[in-house]
């Protein structure tokens, strides 16, 4: 009786791996349909401070880094003190979720955002690659037509429900506090956001330029 040959048992392992590479897609895309993927995109530092208080305030607790809300550093800091952290994160890049979903998505779908262009009378942009349709909305656009702009992706109807505002969390007052009185250097934010040129050039017809003046305005 022969046994097989290393090359054999390559190829028989190669083919198992290409097997196993297809069973995702086929589950993922029964009879060739596409996964709808949706990605918002929010002004920077808006995002950023969201970003900054679910993750001390909620996160902190739901992981055991803080015992209770008194253990949060929202508690514990006085609002300059939050005011400085938060700005050494945004100057160091090490603020928790400061890499957008959609640079990950660019990333694993190979789609260019340099040919594409939010028109002003869109509410997103539809780009269809290999093994998905990738649906791009401006935050302030999608929630202005939040549940029409879904319809229309669904096709269906859909039912709407409120959830994760911020005038609804434990630290609604410390959040509201921190934002009214929040003053960014203006290279501060000039550094958040140049990562983020592209997908604003994409999605704001002004352009980088006068979004980044405006921010600048904004919080220096």
Request: proline share 4%.
């Amino acid at each position: 009786m022969s046994q097989p040959t290393p090359e054999g048992n390559r190829k028989s392992s190669r083919s198992k791996q290409q097997e196993l590479h297809l069973i995702p897609q086929r589950i993922l895309f029964p009879k060739q349909k596409k996964l709808q993927i949706i990605s918002v995109f929010r002004e920077p530092i808006e995002r950023h401070i969201s970003s900054f208080f679910q993750y001390y305030g909620t996160k902190a607790l739901r992981s055991g880094a803080a015992k209770d809300i008194s253990d949060t550093i929202l508690m514990r800091l006085s609002t300059k003190e939050l005011h400085n952290k938060f700005i050494d994160e945004l100057l160091n890049q090490s603020l928790a979720g400061f890499r957008e979903a959609i640079t990950t998505l660019q990333f694993h779908t190979s789609i260019d955002l340099e040919e594409q262009t939010l028109k002003p009378e869109e509410n997103s942009l539809s780009i269809e690659c290999e093994l998905a349709l990738l649906h791009i909305f401006r935050f302030d656009k999608l929630f202005s037509n939040y549940r029409n702009s879904l319809e229309t992706l669904a096709r269906t109807n859909i039912s709407e429900t409120t959830n994760n505002t911020a005038s609804s969390k434990w630290y609604n007052e410390i959040y509201r506090e921190f934002k009214s009185t929040l003053r960014i250097p203006k290279d501060t934010v000039i550094k958040t956001y140049e990562p983020k040129r592209q997908i604003i050039n994409t999605l704001y017809h002004e352009g980088f330029n006068s979004l980044l003046e405006k921010a600048v305005y904004s919080y220096s």
